[in-house]
């Protein structure tokens, strides 16, 4: 699960906003539709209707109970002049969300003010027809023969004081883009490169406070999700990103943020080339075709998969830091729109991740925790501090 | 708006103490009027999950190793399988009574009953074939068990129906139940004696009628329902 939260200029008005959820799930009709079992795979069914609109809640991104959601794979959630919205990640990305929920703000402000926005990258219009291109599988149109395997070393991970599962502890900072944007020209790379440095330096901090041989012997790394769109050119809301795992080797003697920094570029520069992207999801989709596979029933699969995914899913990095960039939204839309906020859910391997998102001149950090320690969120807001970038947070407590 | 001493981070007014190194915020002109936080809201409490499937494998794997277990021990010492299938029958309603409903959850409890009805009275059946000596267990048991079945039946019924008050629902359950100790009565006393007059079951069921139709009446009466709602807190 992950969130997207608007922050609006005035108070939501629920019963504008259900009747521009319904406009907005006619216009995308990928964000309507239900998890199914199948015999040997879970399918997508088109369902009638809109979920309820709840009151937002103190401990977001609960697991979805899909009965009590009128079984979309999506929640939304509105408190006073904010409209959140949570999604479950089969469903869409970060772009696809941020899509449907900016043309749902756009068609909330059309409904109550007569706005008429423009579609932009993140607005489609709901008086427009939806395309075939919109809701298409972009792995499958892509993928192509080529593969490379997913073998890695583990990663260095931290742990803590567990927090009640029904709890998440969010810490985020908000800061101006214009000082991180200088910070990250100062260091020659990109807002993006930068913050994951920031972050990995904060993991390979902790690592080194934990004293001991055995905590050096893995590399520090996080993770890193990538949107596919920039490589491979299609208008889909439904899921398309891939991630990459940067990472330092922590034994063999002490890292400065500047050799993090280089580290992280020169993997993210080796990484992030069309082909090594194609041939990382190909192997996915490989696996997918794969008849002997296809035949397997699906509650066998569930049942490998799941073990695989408590065994090796989350080995290979400590952390997560997912950055949407900056958002752009029409001239008309910008004063009712005052701040945007993105969040990462509950990951049961990693204890904390993080989301990143721009806008209107301000950049929202946020992290999302499962263990009562802050340390890394510490670490890395004071290492902006420390640079000089003014940050302001807010947080729901200590756990 | 105050700086946490530490980490030189802004902290927002409503943070007594810093979400990041938990010092706690010493400002005398902290706004203490701007105390709401951006995560405030309602706490969604999805419960505890249980683990459905593996509740059910769990009851299940319970019930089957002692079925095997008598299985193998049936085989051993009688040549055959005899009485082991007294356990295997017992082990199958205890999951379609326990299992079932938890594994097929949200059907209708019709469904569910109608379930449990046919496997016990199977089993009778079944214990009446492998086992001829024992007379009781058609005129008998059976009876009992499909009286009981009739019963559970329309008290779901009763108690699905969302026209009538909890004070009337309980009366009419009473009525219902009351016609259980009559249909055990005249199975018993007409497998010892041949006779179809019920002995005993009068004075069960007699005051159960009563107690149940003054109920469905005082249920109709609203200052009499309000006098038994209030003594009875409900």
């Known amino acids: ?399 | 708006m105050s700086y946490c001493v530490h980490c030189g981070v802004k902290l927002a007014d409503y943070e007594t103490r810093c979400p990041l190194c938990d010092t706690e915020v010493l400002d005398l002109n902290r706004n203490e009027a701007n105390t709401e936080g951006y995560y405030q809201g309602r706490m969604d409490i999805n419960g505890k999950k249980i683990n459905k499937r593996f509740l059910v494998m769990l009851i299940s794997l319970a019930l089957l190793i002692p079925s095997a277990a008598v299985a193998v021990i049936d085989l051993v010492f009688s040549s055959g399988l005899t009485w082991a299938f007294y356990v295997f029958g017992a082990a199958l309603i205890i999951w379609t009574f326990i299992v079932l409903p938890i594994y097929v959850e949200g059907k209708s409890p019709y469904i569910y009953l109608t379930a449990d009805l046919c496997v016990s009275s199977l089993y009778i059946l079944a214990l009446s074939w492998l086992n001829t000596s024992v007379k009781w267990l058609m005129p008998v048991a059976m009876p009992i068990i499909l009286s009981a079945g009739v019963c559970a039946f329309l008290i779901i019924f009763i108690v699905q129906d969302k026209r009538i008050g909890k004070i009337e629902k309980g009366g009419w359950i009473m009525i219902v139940t009351s016609f259980l100790p009559w249909a055990i009565d005249i199975a018993v006393t007409h497998y010892l004696t041949y006779s179809f007059i019920p002995e005993w079951a009068w004075y069960v069921s007699i005051p159960l009628l009563i107690l149940g139709g003054v109920l469905v009446v005082a249920s109709r009466n609203i200052s009499m329902s309000e006098w038994i709602r209030r003594n009875l807190f409900f």
């Not at chain 1, 009747?19 to 995308?28: D, M, N, W």
């Open chain 1, 1 to 399: 699960m992950f969130r997207i939260s608007v922050t609006l200029s005035d108070d939501v008005d629920l019963r504008i906003l259900e009747e521009a959820q319904i406009h907005t799930l006619k216009r995308f009709p990928s964000f309507a539709s239900r998890l199914r079992k199948g015999l040997f795979w879970h399918f997508f069914e088109h369902i009638d209707g809109a979920p309820p609109i709840l009151e937002d809640i103190y401990n977001p991104t609960q697991p979805l109970r899909f009965r009590r959601n009128r079984y979309f794979m999506y929640r939304l959630l509105y408190r006073k002049n904010r409209i959140s919205a949570e999604f479950f990640h089969a469903l869409t990305d970060g772009t696809g969300a941020m899509t449907f929920l900016l043309s749902l703000v756009a068609e909330y402000l059309h409904l109550k003010n007569g706005l008429h926005v423009m579609p932009s990258k993140y607005v489609f219009r709901c008086s427009d027809s939806p395309q075939a291109e919109e809701y298409e599988d972009a792995f499958l149109r892509y993928a192509g023969s080529n593969v490379t395997g997913l073998s890695e070393r583990p990663s260095y991970r931290y742990t803590g004081t567990a927090v009640p599962l029904n709890k998440l502890l969010i810490i985020s900072g908000e800061m101006p883009t214009e000082a991180l944007h200088d910070k990250a020209k100062e260091y020659r790379t990109s807002i993006g490169v930068f913050l994951a440095a920031v972050l990995l330096y904060s993991v390979y901090k902790k690592q080194k406070s934990e004293m001991s041989k055995r905590a050096l012997r893995h590399d520090a790394k996080i993770s890193l999700p990538i949107n596919l769109r920039r490589f491979f050119p299609t208008k889909t809301v439904r899921n398309f990103s891939s991630y990459i795992n940067p990472g330092i080797k922590s034994r063999l003697g002490d890292y400065s943020f500047e050799e993090v920094l280089a580290q992280v570029e020169h993997f993210m520069g080796m990484n992030i080339t069309e082909k090594e992207l194609n041939a990382r999801f190909s192997g996915n989709v490989k696996i997918e075709k794969n008849l002997l596979l296809r035949i397997v029933p699906l509650f066998l699969k569930d049942q490998i998969l799941k073990i695989g995914h408590d065994l090796l899913g989350n080995r290979y990095s400590a952390s997560t830091i997912s950055n949407l960039g900056k958002v752009e939204v029409d001239e008309a839309m910008r004063p009712f729109i005052t701040r945007i906020d993105f969040m990462l859910g509950r990951s049961y391997g990693k204890r904390s991740s993080c989301g990143c998102v721009s806008y209107n001149g301000n950049t929202v950090i946020t992290f999302s925790r499962t263990i009562v320690e802050a340390d890394i969120e510490r670490n890395f807001f004071r290492q902006l501090v420390e640079m000089g970038i003014p940050v302001a947070i807010e947080s729901n407590g200590r756990g």
